[in-house]
Every structure is written in structure tokens, then in C-alpha cells.
């Protein structure tokens, strides 16, 4: 019984560790707003969480444009966005989800947390989180619930 416990263990950070190490080979690009905290914030939580990140402040309007360019729908759009292995990040989209669309590699062009929720990262505490979704942007434009996200108990 032992033995299998042990057995289980050492899988169990295997999987871990091979889960982390990914991750820091991952690169993330992420374009900011000008003067934008929370953007900041995004970032540094992506650094926290093992991801590579490289940043550039952008300008209103040609934010906007590269946004448009990625095919980050109008509707869906926030203060930030990243791009990771072809795909974008529009918004404060979770280290999780991140992880699950670079494991899965859905046929899409991204993810998307519309507006700026509070309690999601880079937003304010968890704790005190309002309910939120995350977003499968496919190709076409339309998109998916990824992930929906409660909000806290307070």
C-alpha cells in the first residue's frame, strides 16, 4: 500500500513538474495601455505564474487596431492583449485557462475576458471577485463559454 502511495506521489509532481517547466518555456507577448495599472498588473501576475513575458505600452487608437488586426471582436475587447503560441489573450484571462488552451489547442483565434472584472487577475482580490466568463474567440468571430468563474462569497 505504501509503495502505491509513493507511486501515486511521484506521478502526481511529475505531472506538476512538467506543467511548470512548460509554462516557463512559454512566451507571452503582451501589448498595454498607456498609464494602464491593471495592465501592469496582468503582466506581473503572468511572470508570477512561471510564463516568459515580454510588454509594450501602446496609444488608443492603434491599440485598438492591433486588437482588430488579431481578430479580437469589438464586443469582447479590455485594456491589454497577449499573444502566446498564435493564439490572443484579450483581457485579464487566468494562468489556468492559458495553460488548457495551450494543452487542448482549440481550433480558434483566442481568449477573451470582456471588460475588466473585478477580482479577476491583475483586478483586485480574489476574494472579493465578481462573477466573470472567459471567452473561446474562434475564427469566424463568434465565441464559446471557456470557463465561467464565480463570484466570491462574501
Same mark, same amino acid.
Not at 39 to 53: I, P, S
Not at 79 to 86: A, D, F, L, R, S
Not at 105 to 128: H, I, T
Given at each position: 500500500?505504501?509503495t502505491h502511495?509513493r507511486? +501515486?506521489?511521484l506521478?502526481l509532481?511529475g505531472?506538476? =513538474?512538467?506543467?511548470a517547466?512548460q509554462t516557463? $518555456?512559454?512566451?507571452?507577448?503582451v501589448?498595454e495601455?498607456?498609464g ?8 506581473e501576475?503572468?511572470?508570477? $505564474? =512561471? +510564463?516568459?513575458?515580454t ?8 491599440l485598438?487596431q ?7 471582436p469589438?464586443?469582447h475587447?479590455s485594456?491589454?492583449t497577449g499573444?502566446v503560441e498564435?493564439? +490572443?489573450?484579450e ?10 488552451l495551450?494543452?487542448?489547442r482549440?481550433d ?6 470582456p471588460g475588466?472584472?473585478?477580482g479577476s487577475?491583475?483586478? =483586485?482580490p ?11 474567440v474562434r475564427?469566424?468571430?463568434?465565441s464559446?463559454?471557456f470557463?465561467s ?5 462574501l
Amino acid at each position: 500500500m505504501a509503495t502505491h502511495i509513493r507511486l +501515486f506521489a511521484l506521478i502526481l509532481l511529475g505531472t506538476y =513538474g512538467a506543467a511548470a517547466a512548460q509554462t516557463q $518555456n512559454t512566451d507571452i507577448h503582451v501589448v498595454e495601455g498607456v498609464g494602464c495599472e491593471c495592465c501592469v498588473k496582468w503582466t506581473e501576475y503572468l511572470r508570477e $505564474n =512561471g +510564463f516568459a513575458v515580454t510588454s509594450e505600452k501602446s496609444l488608443g487608437t492603434l491599440l485598438i487596431q492591433h486588437k482588430i488586426d488579431l481578430g479580437v471582436p469589438i464586443s469582447h475587447q479590455s485594456c491589454h492583449t497577449g499573444q502566446v503560441e498564435g493564439y +490572443f489573450l484579450e483581457g485579464h484571462v487566468p494562468a489556468a485557462d492559458i495553460r488548457r488552451l495551450l494543452q487542448e489547442r482549440p481550433d480558434a483565434a483566442g481568449l477573451a475576458v470582456p471588460g475588466m472584472p473585478y477580482g479577476s487577475p491583475g483586478m =483586485g482580490p480574489e476574494d472579493k471577485r465578481e462573477a466573470y466568463e472567459v471567452l473561446l474567440v474562434r475564427n469566424d468571430g463568434s465565441s464559446e463559454i471557456f470557463s465561467s468563474y464565480p463570484a466570491a462569497d462574501l
